[in-house]
């Protein structure tokens, strides 16, 4: 029996979902999660990919939508937690379960903790993913590990997701640090884009979407403003990390730039270096 859902979106990752599903294969086999993957816009076989496995509810919608899709997924899932995966993240079946089980035992928003895979990534972005490992603030957020859960109550706090580029940080808005849990079990494994101007295209898609939903909803998370006192108290402890937060400062600063820059532009600033397996 289904003790909760994992909704995935999924706008062509044909490269990518079958490995994603492989990873949840224990609790799609044995039925303890129901496994949702919304193939949204599609223009390769991602539906086709993740129909080959068995026991995954595949629901295919014709607008290539995020948002859209999160909101099919959400009609049908099953009773109880929700975990909102993106397509491209790695997250086991023992974390499925761990997670689940924490909402179910009083956790009303949560998610696993993650860790960066820049293995194939340039110099400045496996400096830039270095530090941003190391910044609790960040850690502690349901924001920027492509996977956060909440419990029927956590869910509760909105009606729908509204169209809004950054989901995690509209749903990371919602919660106070209290309200968060990062349960300890096996981490999220995020493959980080392998170029720095890959890196610039998804902060400058994140930073454009941080206004949105401040404008859109009270406040910012306290993840987003923790990040100075955090980089402050990394070069007290390791003075030598100097260039590498010097490097993160620098790419953030370009990345709010472009932002800034770009504000008037309405789409999805995609990676995709970090869906090529090769």
Known sequence: MNQGTVIIAAHDEEAVIGRTLDALGDVIADESVRVVVVSNGCTDRTADVAAGHHGVRVVDITVASKAAALREGDLHAASGPRIYLDADIVLTSRAARDV???LTHGAIAARPPHSFDS???TWIVRAWYRVRA?????SAALWGAGCY???EEGRARFA????LVSDDLFIDSLFTAREITIVATDPVIVTTPRTTADLLRILRRSYRTQSEVA???SRLSDGQRGQLGDLAALLRRNPARVADVLVYVAVIGVGRFRARAAR????WE???SSRQLD
């Open 215 to 217: 404008a859109s909803h």
């Open 149 to 151: 859960a909440l419990s």
């Open 134 to 138: 190391e910044l609790p603030s960040i």
């Open 270 to 272: 995609r990676d995709s």
């Open 264 to 267: 008037s532009t309405v789409g």
């Open 160 to 163: 729908e997701f509204p169209d």
């Open 100 to 102: 689940i089980d924490a």
């Open 119 to 121: 293995s194939r990534a």
